[in-house]
């Protein structure tokens, strides 16, 4: 186990909180050591063998699937606490590829040994269940963005849903930084690169955020949240 696993910053949320003090030597042999690794190293390949479950510790992730032609469809983000690869359990292949976008520190987790660890750790089990749950929720954030009808109202969801993953709180964080580039949260959201680009700019015309570089500071949390609502039926922009 990780020396510095069970005073991690993460541990009330990740697998340390579902032991005992007394047994969480039990993770000894499941959770390799955190691991540095720099931007843009894939963590593992779409369809190869599934063994483990990524747990993001610092840093950020994207997972991606890529088409016949090549081209990069984005699946999802990961910020810290987040859990990669839970999506390949039952197929036991990965369906995506995960990669890095900024520096980052993973603890690698052997789900096996997860696995049969779990029939000996009934709080383990109850975990699970509450970090499905959550990765349910998350998918449904998901499909509210890809549910709004024009631009400006997924990137507004994305933004908002993203400013609450930060501060991994039901509180809106109103600075962070965007781990992503535009192109990503373009093939994310389901548009084109330079409709996010207007996109963008019509929420700082706006007065909604201010934006620099990959700096973003929510200026008007009230009126991101109501851009974020827009259908056709409430606004001609259909970009």
């Known amino acids: 186990m990780p020396e510095d696993c069970k005073d991690c910053s993460l541990a009330n949320t990740c697998i340390p909180s579902a032991f005992a003090e007394h047994n969480i030597h039990k993770l000894d042999k499941i959770v390799s050591p955190t691991k540095q690794y720099p931007r843009h190293r894939n963590i593992y390949h779409q369809g190869s063998n599934f063994q483990a479950l990524y747990i993001v510790k610092s840093g950020a992730l994207k997972t991606y699937i890529t088409n016949s032609k090549g081209d990069e469809n984005i699946t999802g983000f990961y910020m810290p606490g987040d859990i990669v690869g839970l999506e390949s359990i039952s197929k036991r292949r990965y369906l995506n590829t995960a990669k890095t976008l900024t520096d980052s520190r993973l603890c690698r987790v052997n789900y096996q040994e997860l696995a049969e660890l779990r029939k000996y750790t009934p709080a383990l089990s109850d975990w699970a269940i509450n970090l499905f749950s959550l990765s349910l929720a998350s998918g449904q954030d998901f499909f509210n963005c890809l549910s709004q009808h024009t631009a400006v109202a997924r990137l507004a969801t994305f933004l908002l849903t993203l400013s609450k993953r930060t501060?991994?709180?039901?509180?809106?964080?109103?600075?962070?930084?965007?781990?992503?580039?535009?192109?990503?949260?373009?093939?994310?959201?389901?548009?084109?690169?330079?409709?996010?680009?207007?996109?963008?700019?019509?929420?700082?015309?706006?007065?909604?955020?201010?934006?620099?570089?990959?700096?973003i500071h929510i200026v008007d949390l009230e009126a991101l949240q109501e851009c974020s609502n827009l259908t056709i039926e409430h606004s001609k922009e259909s970009y």
Request: hydrophobic share 30%.
């Open 167 to 215: 501060s991994r709180s039901d509180q809106y964080q109103l600075d962070f930084q965007l781990p992503m580039s535009r192109q990503d949260i373009g093939s994310y959201l389901g548009l084109a690169n330079e409709t996010t680009s207007r996109a963008f700019t019509r929420l700082v015309d706006k007065n909604c955020i201010h934006k620099m570089n990959k700096e």
